[in-house]
């Protein structure tokens, strides 16, 4: 069923004509040509019981486009206004192949000078390795594609259900109140759209990215010298625009060797830190880079870190410039609606 036909050898869309204008062509499309897009098949300009405009063969006969059901009909008419509305070209059902001959139909394509966009509503369950191999096919053709697919049932979801990566975007849509929300961002699909094709729904970190580094840090009391010191609890990754992207303990190792190599004695020391390296510790057995006191310069145990995500931590904390470079040190990425990072539950 799908949202555009061919009129009297001319493409038009359900979504483009004002309810008077689609009435009529309900009165009169008869006196003329209209065809499916996908099959040589007559149309029927229908209306569906959600108030979608939409065609319908006249006959199904051998055409092999899938069925769709009326909450896809109606996302790829809300997606298709949105995309209208945030200034791009629009076509629904839209055709294309990669430069190796592998066909692919985009629920909603959108083009604005050398931009293309796809936007794939997916409401049936789909593997993961599916949402890849045909996300590739798009890749391949020049077009970017983004996925909005189905929560099913009530329960709650979380982000690490969902792999993030930059290539491939998809998000999780659900039905609340007779609209449909990105859950991960509590945001209407029409806003969503706007927003994604507006450049608002951001990946971070990209490649390259000036990040501010930033070492939150908390006071103790040295078990040695028993003088107040300061031990460095986390390390926040954060953006130009002030969102902080990730956040990583100093407990992971790949966190506390990025500090001691980027955080010198002398900064570390202004703000009442000693200096981060390796220490012997009798009770670990072994060498591992640790805080140190900054009077006596005892080793302050990993042990005696408070939760950092539950620690309020002195103010001023630490900052340096990294350009990001995960090669270094690999950061969690993901994506941003408008600075806001998603709900880690939806």
Known sequence: MPLRAILDGQQIQAFDLAPNDWNTLKETYKKGSLVMPCCPRNAIPKTSKLGVQHFAHSRRGECTSAPETEDHLLLKSCIATAAQRAGWEVTTEHSGSTPAGEQWIADVYCSKGTAKVAIEVQWTPQVH????????????????????FRLTGSGHYHLADFPQSRELPYFGIRKSNGDYLVSQYDTPISDFVAGLLSGHVTWHPKPNETLTMRANHVEVDCWRCHKTTCMVTDIEAVSASNVVISRLPFTDKRAATWIAAHFDKVSLS??????????????FGGNYISNGCVHCDALQGDFFLPNPFECDPVNGAITTSWVYDKSELELAGGWFLDGASSKWSF
């Open 129 to 148: 390795d599916e949402y890849v191999r045909r996300t590739y096919k798009y890749t391949e053709s020049g077009v970017r594609c983004v996925w909005l």
């Open 270 to 283: 202004q703000n009442g830190i000693g200096t981060i390296c390796s220490r012997y510790s009798k009770t």
